[in-house]
């Protein structure tokens, strides 16, 4: 069976869709980076000033999950 390109889970975006599916602006997301809440991963080159910043989307859902309050009844 020949797996189709929209039959795989997506694993990782870049900042902008990070950005767009979480409605969490760039520089929180930074923020959350920087203190480890979310997973990232940059790719560039030895030497390099600058890359491409991949979200893993699974962590940035668990972060928003575990910000979500419950109500009891």
Known sequence: MKE????????????PGAVKMS????????ELIGRH????????QPGQ???TRLI?????RAFIESKVERVQP
Do not use: P
Not at 23 to 30: E, H
Not at 37 to 44: C, D, G, P, Q
Not at 56 to 60: G, H, T
């Open 37 to 44: 809440e979310i997973l990232s991963a940059s790719l560039k």
């Open 23 to 30: 409605g969490i602006g760039r520089a929180k997301l930074y």
């Open 4 to 15: 189709n390109i929209t039959d795989c889970k997506i694993e990782w975006v870049r900042l």
């Open 49 to 51: 000033e600058r890359g």
């Open 56 to 60: 893993n989307v699974a962590s940035l």
